[in-house]
């Protein structure tokens, strides 16, 4: 099986971190998105929605969609649970999981395409959008440094997937300058806590 994905971009960067975190190593293709590689027809059969990352099974499935592709392993290699050990934390990991896909890695993804063009010959760039979704994006790091004041990690001190996207979120966010500040201290100890693990460099 191999991983079709983009070293630079964020999403694919949660999944090399989940399979670092687990141990399995993966055989990954290059894709250059810039150039629209994941656009052509080879690629558009295996992967309709064109995005990365993509998992291809050794039968030919394909399976797209980060989440899906780290629950698959997860299924598969239940050890060094990533996605909650009880019921509660199940709910929590997931709780946080979309709040970082939607209050981060969304808006932050919506600021980079609007602002920068980088799709341009692909979508339609709508720059007050883009603006408008990287201040939303800007503000909810606040609401993340009040809940980190009280919890090492997104879910109390079970370090969990949730905090894989975000962290992939935040480090994207640096292309449109959103950062966090000097007054988000829990937050960027949070960041400092997440970076040193081995996992982080994948
Ligand atoms: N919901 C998808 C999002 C995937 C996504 O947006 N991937 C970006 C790179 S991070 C992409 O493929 N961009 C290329 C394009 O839009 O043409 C996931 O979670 O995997």
């Known amino acids: 099986m191999k991983i079709y994905q983009t070293q630079t971009a964020p999403n694919p960067r949660r999944v090399r971190m989940y399979l670092a975190e687990k141990g399995i190593k993966m055989e990954y293709v290059e894709v250059d998105i810039l150039g629209g590689e994941n656009l052509n027809a080879s690629l558009r059969a295996k992967n309709p929605t064109t995005k990365i990352p993509f998992l291809e099974l050794d039968d030919g499935t394909c399976l ?31 709780m946080w999981q979309r709040r970082a896909e939607f209050n981060s890695m969304l808006p932050i993804g919506m600021c980079f395409q609007h602002t920068t063009g980088y799709f341009k010959d692909r979508m339609k760039p709508i720059e007050a959008w883009g603006i408008e979704s990287g201040k939303n994006a ?30 992939c979120a935040i480090d994207f966010a640096r292309v449109v300058k959103i950062r966090p500040q000097e007054e988000h201290k829990h937050l960027l100890a949070w960041h400092a806590r997440v970076s040193s693990r081995a996992s982080y460099k994948a």
Do not use: W
């Open 138 to 167: 800007q503000a909810y790091l606040t609401e993340l440094n009040a809940h980190l004041a009280h919890s090492e990690f997104l879910v109390g001190d079970y370090f969990s997937i949730a905090d894989i996207t975000l962290i």
């Open 64 to 94: 797209g969609e980060t989440m899906a592709i780290c629950r698959y392993f997860e299924e598969l290699h239940p050890e060094n649970p990533l996605m909650g050990r009880t019921p509660l934390e199940k709910a929590q990991v997931e």
